[in-house]
């Protein structure tokens, strides 16, 4: 059966998962570690994303994000082109690194949001990696550190989070821990998936004869309200400026180098390919994308045909353009 395309709507809550390709590891060092999230928080205030809770675990990445203006299909395009390309060159590797596409889930943030924080933000001592909730707070590399009031990384909208558990910041700690607590001590669902058991796990009002959806966490009228925004599924619009970004990512090039013809071979054909993208698959005019890469239309063209080639050569380049 072929895959669903991904419901990609600003507005909507996501939970996104990315894992290493065949459960390998995808961060080695905290450079690598650090390089992703530097990489993640550039793109979250660039592209206005809110970032509810994140988990960096040795093999797999969780991320709760609200996409506002822009696509998330767009923002994490350039994330995981862009740090896979630095991770095997310092690493001196080729090949993939992550696990197909990333998978998205969009929640019901009415039901699942507050489950969806502890469980992301657990993940670290369910998979004993940290020994015991406490030393949670000392770990680096998720969001809980920042709601605990220590900014090393500050990715999470920490007063949009917190504002969930009480009035005041020390309140709403103390019952944030609680809550952290309460989920250790308990059977927690398994949140990284949707569908109908998934979903009925935590809203006992939701029925066998619901509608629901693999690509949702939820179901009835929620399910219902998303699928009936229709040509909304996954957009594919990029601009011209993302592409060129996306291809100077892949390349990791400066995009300035990719707007001026070049003889230099990588740099000829990420303009191929760029022009190849921006008129075959986004649909873009030649004379628009020849007056930022100071080409003619015919120029576009005949580069477009080159970058066609070039993109059905390499199925590394099409998992990470898509």
């Known amino acids: 059966m072929p895959r669903q395309p991904r419901i990609d709507i600003p507005g909507l809550l996501q939970h996104v998962i990315v894992r290493g390709i065949e459960r390998r590891d995808i961060f080695i060092t905290d450079v690598d570690r650090q390089d992703f999230v530097r990489r993640l928080s550039a793109l979250l205030q660039e592209t206005k994303t809110i970032c509810y809770a994140w988990v960096l675990l040795d093999n797999h990445v969780h991320l709760l994000l609200m996409p506002t203006e822009t696509s998330l299909a767009s923002m994490m395009r350039r994330l995981l082109t862009g740090y896979a390309v630095s991770f095997n060159r310092r690493h001196k590797r080729s090949g993939h690194l992550f696990q197909n596409r990333y998978k998205s889930i969009v929640c019901d943030e009415d039901v699942y949001l507050l489950e969806l924080v502890r469980y992301i933000h657990l993940n670290p001592v369910r998979a004993g990696k940290i020994a015991e909730l406490d030393a949670l707070a000392n770990y680096p590399w998720s969001g809980h550190q920042q709601l605990l009031g220590k900014r090393q990384y500050d990715l999470v909208t920490e007063k949009e989070v917190l504002s969930l558990f009480g009035r005041t910041k020390n309140a709403a700690r103390k019952a944030y821990m609680q809550f952290l607590y309460d989920g250790l001590h308990q059977d927690m669902p398994c949140l990284s998936t949707g569908g109908r058991q998934a979903s009925q796990t935590l809203d006992a009002s939701l029925t066998e004869q619901g509608?629901?959806?693999?690509?949702?966490?939820?179901?009835?009228?929620?399910?219902?309200?998303?699928?009936?925004?229709?040509?909304?599924?996954?957009?594919?619009?990029?601009?011209?400026?993302?592409?060129?970004?996306?291809?100077?990512?892949?390349?990791?090039?400066?995009?300035?180098?990719?707007?001026?013809?070049?003889?230099?071979?990588?740099?000829?054909?990420?303009?191929?390919?760029?022009?190849?993208?921006?008129?075959?698959?986004?649909?873009l005019s030649g004379r628009e994308v020849g007056g930022r890469l100071d080409y003619t239309p015919s120029a576009v063209s005949r580069a477009a045909q080159r970058g066609w080639k070039i993109y059905e050569n390499n199925m590394h380049l099409r998992e990470t353009m898509g």
């Open 211 to 283: 509608i629901y959806d693999e690509r949702i966490l939820g179901g009835g009228v929620f399910v219902e309200r998303i699928l009936n925004r229709g040509t909304s599924l996954e957009t594919r619009d990029m601009s011209l400026e993302e592409i060129i970004k996306s291809v100077a990512d892949y390349h990791e090039v400066a995009t300035e180098q990719l707007c001026w013809p070049s003889k230099v071979r990588t740099i000829a054909n990420a303009r191929a390919l760029i022009c190849f993208l921006a008129t075959r698959r986004y649909q």
